[in-house]
């Protein structure tokens, strides 16, 4: 079965740091990632989709197949990051699509 | 509108009562999606529409959710026979065409189930 593990439900790094929030997948077919974020009081939006392999905001993620992984890194966090993230993995030929449990990514000055 | 909207913002209701929820997508946009977030379960994907059309109702949670869409545009999402663990916030998204990274979402409707 499909699978969307996000192993860390706070991330916490301060100003300036590199940062890695993990994703993980369970997926026989070809994988199509997204990441998703949600600002505090704001609407959910999509941030990247792996597909399109730009950067948005500083940050990248890359489709690791092999690792079965789609990590979102940035080299250096703002306080402006500071939100919920999920990891997102579209499968059942793109008509459905399953979640991560999310992680809170916290940005200290 | 500018954005998708979604109405009512907040519902509370009592346990066995039938609750509508109401999204206004973007107009134009072709492809309207339901999704619920909760404490239990995360963010879970519900239901989409291709114009009118849902192709997959399977991952609504249980017989007791529908969902419709009229004319290509307004959505309600029905919860029959209202049960505590349906409480939950329900969002709304819309795309001008079906893709899963094209998605403006609405401010969600936020249902306690007392």
Known sequence: AQRVTQPEKLLSVFKGAPVELKCNYSYSGSPELFWYVQYSRQRLQLLLRHISRESIKGFTADLNKGETSFHLKKPFAQEEDSAMYYCALVYSSASKIIFGSGTRLSIRP | ?114
């Not at chain 2, 509108?1 to 066995?16: R, Y």
């Not at chain 2, 519900?46 to 959505?75: H, M």
């Open chain 2, 1 to 114: 509108g500018a954005g998708v909207s979604q109405s009512p913002s907040n519902k509370v209701t009592e346990k066995g009562k039938d609750v509508e929820l109401r999204c206004d997508p973007i107009s134009g946009h072709t492809a309207l999606y339901w999704y619920r977030q909760s404490l239990g379960q995360g963010l879970e994907f519900l239901i989409y529409f291709q114009g009118n059309s849902a192709p997959d109702k399977s991952g609504l949670p249980s017989d007791r959710f529908s969902a419709e869409r009229t004319g290509g545009s307004v959505s309600t999402l029905t919860i029959q026979r209202t049960q505590q663990e349906d409480s939950a916030v329900y969002l709304c998204a819309s795309s001008f065409r079906l893709g899963w990274g094209e998605q403006y979402f609405g401010p969600g409707t936020r249902l306690t189930v007392t």
